[in-house]
């Protein structure tokens, strides 16, 4: 429990540094017209619960839903159903889930155990170093990007996804046609 605290404690000064720096323009920000709605995504790349590298590009021609959680919060622990239920259901269409964990390196079992403790059936990618977060400008976890099969960035949103969103579901079935 101490652990988590600490890493929740690292990631809000984290945070916090990141909104000083971007306020000052130190910090390295992807252009606003990358993350932009109907925008190209900007490229992404991490690696595999195995360690191989990965990127969003390999995935051109599938919608790609990009949820960046971790093991100690609380709001990913609750939407990690509802991401393996769109998954499951939407899978078939050309639809993969992918979530990014931005836990500390060296964690891989936890990861692994509390995903599958979860029922997380899609694909686990590890981004120790929160690149994600500056790519896709999120601040905090969850945040979930979706991006179309072009890689056209369709869809922001912070918190928890919920599977009965009927918003979301119209937009994954436009998305999917």
Not at 51 to 67: I, W
Not at 110 to 132: C, H, M, N, T
Request: with cysteine.
């Amino acid at each position: 429990m101490r652990v988590r605290r600490e890493r929740a404690a690292r990631l809000t000064m984290t945070v916090a540094l990141g909104l000083v720096l971007s306020a000052c323009g130190g910090a390295e920000r992807a252009p606003a017209a990358t993350l932009a709605i109907g925008a190209p995504a900007p490229a992404y790349a991490a690696q595999r619960m195995d360690g191989t590298p990965v990127a969003l590009a390999d995935h051109k021609g599938e919608a790609v839903m990009l949820n960046v959680w971790a093991t100690w919060c609380k709001p990913c622990r609750e939407e990690i159903p509802a991401l393996d239920s769109l998954h499951r259901e939407f899978g078939p269409r050309g639809f993969r889930v992918v979530g990014v964990s931005i836990d500390v390196a060296g964690d891989t079992a936890e990861i692994a155990g509390f995903a599958r403790q979860l029922g997380a059936s899609y694909d686990l990618w590890l981004d120790p170093d929160d690149k994600v977060s500056t790519t896709f400008r999120a601040i905090g976890v969850p945040s979930t990007a979706l991006i179309d099969r072009d890689g056209v960035l369709r869809w922001r949103h912070m918190g928890p996804v919920r599977a009965n969103d009927p918003a979301l579901r119209a937009l994954l079935d436009s998305v999917l046609n």
